[in-house]
């Protein structure tokens, strides 16, 4: 466990309240993320997970409360560095379809940061070589299966060498036999001292690589534990209820 | 004993496919009573019909010959069908109306052009299509206009465009109304979806006017009108105003095409280029929109076909194109004959029906292909 | 804790500065080019002499008009009247071929599905062939075809009091004078009944409630007032007369006359567009899961039955939309009619009008405006439909 009282929270929720139309679906979340720190986030569908982890990233607009990235308060003008620093792995994969896989990780550095099509190559093939998809580089989504697109988005991500990885259910859109792929690359980048938010189900990852687990339920933070604590001795009655129904 | 097998079994050939010819025939002709009666109903009604069409596109018809004389029963010794002598006789001002003879290699050098554009443009895998679509987009229009209308640069001579005419200025107006209202229609399906309430009513109400209103009252319109709107004695050539009126019009349609498009990308695509730190418009330009002009390409050869035949329309504001040359041609008393109007209708046919159906084909081809590429993502 | 959404946050918003700005500009340069184009209209008709405004609609105008469904005389009628006969006559021609276009379209587009070759092969013929040529070409076909196919005028084909030539179908026409105009008020009631019960027959067979048959009462409801009325005028003493044409020395004349250029246009506009609503048809047909009409064939209905009371009804809710912008362009093509002397809207008002007082500003203004009420229209009725059948779903 991190101490995270000494330096800067990597990511800070102080308070945030968001809506959709009259639907209150963040409620008075707060929760403080330190540097290195693994976090992953459950809870039972439409509880705000995936709201939660979209508006460290300015995805989703927020209408109270404050979120730092860094230290820095998520203010309109600082959304667009904040992203450059924030990697994020979709549930849908999301990969361009209309370029190759080394084309989707060269996009954002050479248009988004200026880095010349030379050394952002590069940085792609280092990235896909420690990914083990580097005979992938030229071929499209569309010709890849769902483990493999997903391996690639986290390495699109990873091209901006992020400090902070989201992954909002990662493995959730795939078939059974490939979600352990993804997992051990999420394992292996978790090693490598990532800080990392992941909304996910796969209970045996947040008991393996956690730091905390958050369980969310109607829009607010219920319980934060260590992986140990929340399994085998969970609190609140509703988390008790949903591994219950889970596990 | 819960094994079943212990070895697998090897896939084997399907059985032979029972029937044949006679199979076909039965399951697609007579499967029912009801099929049976419509079979014969149809064949009874082709027995009737096709013989008198062939008879006077092919057998009876008359192929060569000087003047209408040729094409008259009494003269030719037997009933006569399509006088296609007329439309040899009069082919060259079906093509370029009265552009002058010596000067025909511009417009023909110009299909050329066009011929080779196109084919740039809609062979999806062809190289450098980005500088093909700068050249035909923005050097094609201004080469056309410097090749047919005259140029002391390139030192061609003048030639008015009221001396254009026929097939020339079908795909002249086509073009135009293609190369005009694609970027056109791309600005305003943007603008119809941007934040700013302002551009995007004003887009709206862009689009919604030009698709609620027919052509013709926009050709008039830009008949009568477009004079008025300009500043001073500006006057407008007579075959620019319905230019004008198709371009504006079909950006209107181009536009709802486009937005189709973009509707058609997943939101997922914007959202991930966000995260990854590109700002709203190099998410549209990078991301959306390659993926959305790609998902349109059958929509707007579709809009295309439409657009071709809609440029008939302008022969009623007097402009010569393949129509009115045609009735011009067919009024000429040297060749008058009592199959000439049905020859003449059934060569315009011949001649949209070949452009638009191969125009619909490609326009399949490539939506099958696309559909194929999805699948093949999944 | 639950609260309603405050008005302001402080998390990060749209609508800055810039966007306002860039707004303003969008805005200005709009107002700029409005004001612009007017500025040299006025001035360009100032020198013309012309005087702008619609005072001319009051004018008489002095031209007469092949077919009206309204009283007009050329001598006596204003412009205002050119214009609504011809109004008239884009709604009638359109309103017809809309249905005849409907009718085909269905045809066509379930014969494109048939299990038979030949009638899937023929519809695919249709709908290609004719997507493909110009409207005005086929239009021009038919004009020419209709008028060789009939007698010469001065020797029209006579059935019972009905002639017929190039000149048109001439038929006898009920007079309505004096109190007779009785006849269609109550047929028009009888529609209105018609209407009224096919709808709560409708919502009966979504509730599931008994209904009897609906075909023959609503023929009895459409047919039924204005025969009693005519039986009660005729007991009454106010018979309705019968205008009959006659074999006039250039043509027939008199009754009521069908033009050729109506016919021509009707057959026209709707064959091109059953072509459209034809593919539209199979498309709709097409998107209703193969599982409904495999299982409507496990329940025993045969085709026709699995057509008519599963298939179709689902394929409705993907047909209507673009069935209804079909509809649109039959009224916006029907303007084609100027190309063969249809007294249409755009013929009567853009072209003859126009022409005779130079009123270009105005006559746009108008005819444009009337296009664009319609197209509005027809879209706020199909967005009302849409909302309404929009499918039940959790």
């Known amino acids: 466990m991190t101490s995270p009282a000494t330096t800067t929270p990597a990511v800070e929720f102080l308070g945030v309240n968001k809506w959709f139309g009259t639907a209150h679906v963040l409620r008075d979340v707060s929760l403080a993320v330190a540097q290195s720190e693994k976090i992953v986030i459950c809870g039972p569908s439409g509880s705000g997970k995936s709201t939660l982890i979209r508006c460290v990233n300015g995805l989703e607009p927020y209408q109270g409360g404050t979120v730092r990235v860094d230290g820095h308060d998520l203010t309109p003008a600082r959304i667009p560095a904040v992203r450059r620093s924030v990697g994020m792995v979709f549930q849908s994969f999301n990969l361009f379809s209309h ?62 060498d992020p400090a902070v990885m989201l992954f909002d259910e990662p493995t959730s859109a795939l078939d059974p036999e490939m979600v352990q792929e993804v997992l051990d690359t999420m394992t292996d980048l978790a090693a490598r001292g990532m800080t990392m938010l992941c909304v996910t189900h796969e209970m045996g990852f947040a008991r393996r690589v956690a730091d905390r687990v958050v369980f969310m339920d109607e829009g607010q933070i219920v319980e934060v534990a260590p992986p140990e604590a929340f399994f085998e001795r969970p609190e609140h009655p509703r988390t008790r209820d949903f591994l219950a129904r889970i596990l | 004993m819960t094994v ?36 014969l109903v149809i064949l009874a009604g082709l027995a009737l019909l096709l013989p008198p069409v062939i008879r006077f596109l092919v057998t009876d018809a008359v192929w060569s010959g000087n003047s209408g004389e040729a094409c008259r029963p009494e003269v030719a010794g037997h009933p006569v069908g399509a006088c296609w002598a007329f439309i040899g006789a009069k082919i060259n001002y079906l093509v370029y109306g009265s552009y002058p003879a010596a000067e025909r290699w511009r417009p023909n050098l110009f299909f050329g052009l066009v011929a080779l554009g196109t084919a740039w443009m809609l062979w999806l895998d062809a190289p450098r299509r980005g500088l093909g679509a700068v050249l035909v987009f923005v050097a094609g229009p201004v080469l056309a206009y410097w090749l047919l209308s005259g140029s002391s640069v390139l030192g061609l001579a003048p030639v008015a465009t009221s001396l ?215 | 804790m639950r609260a309603g959404p405050p008005e302001s946050g402080s998390g990060p918003r749209t609508g800055s500065t810039r966007a306002l700005l860039l707004q303003a500009l969008v805005a200005l340069a709009l107002a700029a080019l409005a004001y612009a184009a007017f500025a040299n209209a006025s001035e360009k008709l100032a020198r013309q002499g012309i005087t702008a405004g619609f005072g001319f609609l009051s004018r008489a105008a002095g031209f007469d008009i092949s077919q009206r469904l309204i009283p007009y005389a050329a001598a006596t009628s204003t412009y205002l009247d050119a214009f609504c006969v011809g109004l008239l006559n884009t709604l009638l021609v359109s309103g017809l071929a809309i249905g005849l276009a409907t009718l085909i379209g269905f045809a066509v587009g379930i014969a494109r599905l048939s299990p038979n070759w030949l009638a899937r092969t023929l519809a695919a013929t249709y709908v290609e062939t004719l997507r493909n040529l110009p409207l005005l070409l086929q239009l021009l076909v038919w004009y ?251």
């Not at chain 3, 209709?146 to 009091?161: K, M, N, S, T, Y």
């Not at chain 3, 023929?219 to 009693?228: I, K, R, S, T, Y």
């Open chain 2, 4 to 39: 079943i097998r212990e070895t697998l079994l090897p896939p084997a050939p399907p059985p032979r496919r029972t029937g044949g010819p006679a199979g076909w025939l039965r399951k697609n002709l007579f499967s029912s009573p009801g099929n049976t009666l419509t079979t």
């Open chain 3, 144 to 394: 020419v075809a209709v008028r060789v196919a009939l007698p010469e005028a001065q020797h029209p084909a006579a059935w019972g009091g009905a002639y017929l030539s190039q000149r048109g179908l001439f038929l006898p026409r009920p007079d309505f004078f004096g109190v007779a105009w009785l006849v269609p008020l109550a047929f028009a009631a009888g529609i209105i009944a018609a209407l009224a019960r096919a709808r709560r027959a409708a919502r009966h067979v979504e509730t599931g409630a008994e209904t009897g048959p609906v075909a023959w009462p609503a023929l009895a409801w459409v047919l039924g007032p204005p025969a009693l009325a005519w039986i009660g005028l005729a007991l009454a003493g106010h018979p309705v007369g019968i205008a009959w044409p006659s074999p006039g020395p250039y043509g027939p004349e008199g009754g009521l006359g069908v033009l050729p250029e109506f016919a021509a246009l009707l057959l026209g506009l709707s064959t091109y567009t059953a072509a459209f609503i034809a593919e539209i048809v199979r498309a709709g047909l097409a998107s209703v899961a193969r599982g409904q009409g495999e299982a409507a064939a496990a329940l025993g209905l045969g085709r026709a039955k699995a057509l008519r009371l599963v298939t179709i009804p689902q394929a409705m809710r993907v047909i209507v939309p673009p069935l209804t912008s079909q509809y649109l362009n039959i009224t916006k093509n029907s303007s084609l009619a100027v190309l063969i002397g249809y007294p249409d809207l755009v013929h009567v008002f853009m072209g003859t009008v126009l022409n005779q007082t130079n009123q270009a500003v105005e006559v746009v203004a108008i005819t444009m405006a009337v296009y664009l009420t319609l197209s509005l229209g027809l879209a706020a009725m199909m967005n009302a439909y849409n909302r309404r059948a929009a499918p039940v779903s959790r």
């Open chain 2, 164 to 378: 254009w005419g026929g097939m020339l200025v079908t795909v002249v107006v086509s073009l135009v109304g293609i190369v005009a209202s694609l970027p056109l229609g791309i600005f305003l399906a943007l603008g119809r979806r941007s934040d700013l309430p302002v551009l995007r009513y004003a887009c709206i109400g862009f689009i919604e006017f030009w698709r609620g209103v027919p052509l013709i009252t926009v050709l008039f319109m830009a008949n009568v009108m477009l004079p008025l709107f300009l500043p001073g004695d500006l006057t407008v050539d007579r075959l620019v105003r319905p230019l004008v009126g198709i371009a504006l019009f079909a950006s209107a349609y181009m536009a709802e095409v486009v937005r189709g498009g973009l509707q058609a990308i997943p939101e997922g695509q914007g959202q991930a280029a966000l995260a990854l730190g590109l700002t709203k418009g190099q998410a549209m330009r990078l991301v959306i929109l390659p993926q959305a002009l790609k998902v349109v390409v059958p929509g707007i050869v579709n809009t295309l076909i439409g657009l071709f035949k809609d440029t008939t329309l302008v022969s009623i504001v007097g402009i010569a194109d393949f129509i009115r040359v045609l009735e011009a041609a067919r009024a000429d008393p040297r060749w008058s004959a009592p199959t000439i109007p049905a020859t003449a209708y059934a060569f315009a046919a011949l001649f949209y029906l070949a452009v638009c159906f191969a125009m619909a084909r490609y326009a399949a081809f490539i939506e099958r292909r696309l559909a194929a590429g999805e699948r093949g993502r999944s």
């Open chain 1, 99 to 160: 370029l190759t896989v080394l084309e989707n990780c060269t996009l954002a550095p050479i248009h988004g940061r200026g880095i010349d099509r030379r050394a952002a190559e590069a940085r792609a093939r280092d990235e896909f070589a420690r990914l083990a998809i580097a005979d992938l580089a030229d071929r499209y989504p569309g010709q890849l299966s769902g483990g493999q697109q997903q391996r690639v988005a986290i390495a699109r991500a990873l091209c901006l």
